[in-house]
């Protein structure tokens, strides 16, 4: 308790968490379900270590004067058995066995599964045979294997357990296998693999830091398995009768059940605790070493600051949209507030489209979710105002901002193949949207929308986003098409309810060159029909020429220039966004240079037109 009183001080002193440089035990100790169980397990491995102390008989010492004696007699706390052994003594010993047998076990297990689970998921030519080889394990019987072997073991329970090592490596085989097959597909993997790293280091360092969480709270649950099945054999009188074991001791116990109930109680609760006490302390250990998991939380509106209060100021009657010195900040390790968008004021007009433009980190994005109302629970809105058609957002509930959600205000976010769940169809996807925005024709404008109803309505949207074969792709999972078609199905489910707003998150950053100027053209086609305002948030230039009206430049969480597209780019006023324009090359460059987009020749050419005609 001195040390952590010490971390505590310092930690008050720099104003500094410094969890992260305090090692394994001290976060462990910070968790009540480590503590108690890691307690539990120290005193059993204390008890077994000092069992020829704390007992005053040996585990086969028998005292025929003292047969079935009761708990709290002279010299046997917990008395006797039918055959007149110290029942303490035989309890502590059968610990040391348990233990024994768990280390032996397990230990085989964990060196040969994860051994062959990393060559197995690894190296794909080995796929076939090391899943061929566990798999054979896996059918072997395997307490009556170990019964069979009993001649060669000749009851000597370290080498059963040895042998039931190999009998559970499998699970652990199945487990590092199945985790490295994913990382190994990892971009850093492929990074390491063209660094000339060699296939040791990145199985062992790379891989095996990635999938030890599985590892541990398996190898918890095999000491647990080892323990018992120990146990078991003892039970069923298989081995040494000399060695004390707490199965042993159960079947004494429950033949002499009526004589002595608390023969038969003793070891059936100390093998309980001590195998429930091995599996959560495994989960809390795993826990630990994986870092702080995040823990379930309600779903709520964005938070606010406290005391805060919308500003309201003079509404916009034309403003669709209106935005008014919007804050957004994050909490520091210090605990104070930083903001990342600082005092955001925008207006967006029915039917247009504002290009939201600045370089990584500049707070678009940041802005965008505080429209939508889906900031990360870490975030909190320090001012400002957010009011659709008059009506303000900030401050409003859960289920008022979700009923806004998909039928006033949309959202196509940046990475199409990351927003579509691989486990469900693309149709199971729009109808899903479709029913909880209630789209369609009047009379499935509700919450209940039909199935039948959402999936006509989902093979027009997908055709009329231009997916050459509605039903084939209605019937796909997300890793059976295109990118280029993947965001076109998230722009389908995004017009689904006929949004007033559409919120675009770099629509086009993800896509092939060839893709991007189609995407675009389809939101501009899908604004003129269903008379949508647009907001695209970007960091390209070529987009906003080609689809904006107007453009609002952001700085580190600021708007540092806004205005009309053309009148921004004949004359840009501040040094950020001629820095900007600047960077785009001029259209000679560009047409020497074919893989360069064609949304960047747009933008050449818009740009050398206005700066021709204001010369």
């Keep these: 308790m001195a040390i952590e009183s010490l971390l505590d001080e310092v930690e008050s002193v720099t104003e500094e968490p410094i969890e992260v440089r305090r090692g394994v035990f001290y976060r462990l100790i910070r968790d009540p379900q480590a503590v108690i169980t890691g307690t539990i397990l120290v005193l059993f491995v204390l008890g077994g270590l000092l069992a020829n102390v704390i007992a005053q008989h040996g585990p086969n010492f028998v005292d025929f004067w003292n047969v079935n004696s009761?708990?709290?007699?002279?010299?046997?706390?917990?008395?006797?058995?039918g055959q007149g052994r110290d029942v303490l003594a035989r309890l502590l010993h059968s610990i040391n066995t348990a233990l024994v047998s768990a280390l032996i076990a397990a230990s085989i297990a964990l060196v040969v599964g994860i051994t062959f689970g990393l060559i197995g998921g690894y190296f794909r030519r080995l796929h076939g045979v090391t899943d061929w080889l566990f798999s054979i394990i896996m059918t072997f019987p395997g307490i009556l294997l170990l019964i069979v072997l009993m001649p060669i073991t000749r009851g000597d329970f370290r080498w059963t357990m040895?042998?039931?090592?190999?009998?559970?490596?499998?699970a652990v085989f199945r487990i590092v296998r199945n985790q490295t097959i994913g990382v190994a597909r990892e971009l850093y993997v492929?990074?390491?693999k063209v660094s000339g790293v060699t296939h040791t280091r990145i199985l062992f360092k790379h891989i095996l830091s990635v999938v030890r969480g599985p590892v541990i709270i398996a190898t918890a649950f095999l000491t647990g398995t080892a323990i018992n099945t120990q146990a078991g054999l003892a039970f069923l009188g298989v081995g040494s009768l000399e060695i004390p074991s707490f199965g042993a001791m159960i079947s004494d116990g429950f033949q002499n059940l009526r004589a002595m109930p608390t023969q038969y109680l003793w070891p059936t609760l100390t093998l309980g605790v001590?195998?429930?006490?091995?599996?959560?302390?495994?989960?809390?250990?795993?826990?630990?070493?994986?870092?702080a998991r995040p823990k379930p939380q309600k779903i709520t509106a964005t938070a606010m600051v406290d005391g805060f209060s919308a500003e309201a100021g003079p509404a916009d009657e034309k403003a669709l949209l209106q935005v008014r010195d919007l804050g957004i900040a994050y909490k520091s390790p210090a605990g104070v507030l930083n903001e990342v968008v600082k005092g955001v004021s925008l207006n967006l007009a029915p039917g247009e489209t504002l290009g939201l433009i600045g370089e990584s980190g500049s707070g678009k994005t940041q802005t965008a979710f505080g429209v939508l109302g889906v900031l990360p629970n870490e975030a909190k809105v320090t001012r400002g105002s957010v009011r659709i058609d008059g009506n303000e957002l900030l401050g409003a509930d859960e289920p008022t901002m979700r009923a806004l959600r998909g039928s006033t205000i949309a959202y196509v976010p940046q990475e199409p193949m990351s927003n579509l769940d691989p486990v469900y169809k693309i149709g199971h996807h729009l109808v899903e949207r479709i029913r909880a925005a209630g789209a369609g024709p009047k009379e499935l404008t509700n919450p209940k929308v039909s199935k039948a109803a959402a999936k006509h309505?989902?093979?027009?949207?997908?055709e009329r986003v231009g997916i050459p074969d509605p039903g084939r792709t209605f019937n796909s999972y997300p890793h059976e098409i295109s990118g280029g078609m993947a965001q076109r199905v998230l722009i389908a489910g995004a017009v689904a309810g006929k949004p007033k707003i559409l919120i675009a998150d770099e629509p086009t950053t993800a896509l092939d060159v060839t893709v991007q100027a189609e995407i675009l053209d389809l939101i501009r086609d899908l604004q003129a029909e269903m008379n949508m305002?647009?907001?695209?948030?970007?960091?390209?230039?070529?987009?906003v020429a080609d689809i904006c009206d107007r453009i609002a430049v952001m700085q580190r969480g600021e708007i540092v220039e806004e205005?009309?597209?053309?009148?921004?780019?004949?004359?840009p006023q501040h040094e950020y966004t001629k820095m900007l324009l600047d960077s785009i090359l001029d259209e000679d460059t560009i047409r020497q240079d074919p893989p360069r987009s064609v949304i960047k020749v747009k933008a050449a050419q818009v740009i050398a037109a206005l700066k021709e005609a204001s010369a």
């Excluded at 708990?71 to 917990?78: C, I, N, R, S």
């Excluded at 309505?457 to 997908?462: N, P, Q, S, T, Y």
């Excluded at 205005?563 to 004359?571: M, S, T």
Aim: hydrophobic share 55%; net charge negative.
């Design 70 to 81: 009761p708990v709290g007699t002279p010299g046997f706390p917990l008395g006797t058995d």
């Design 162 to 170: 040895f042998v039931f090592g190999f009998l559970m490596s499998p």
């Design 190 to 192: 492929d990074a390491a």
């Design 274 to 291: 001590f195998s429930a006490s091995i599996v959560l302390f495994g989960n809390a250990l795993r826990d630990t070493i994986e870092g």
């Design 457 to 462: 309505l989902a093979l027009e949207l997908l």
């Design 533 to 543: 305002a647009v907001i695209m948030v970007t960091h390209n230039f070529g987009v």
């Design 563 to 571: 205005g009309i597209i053309r009148e921004v780019f004949a004359n």
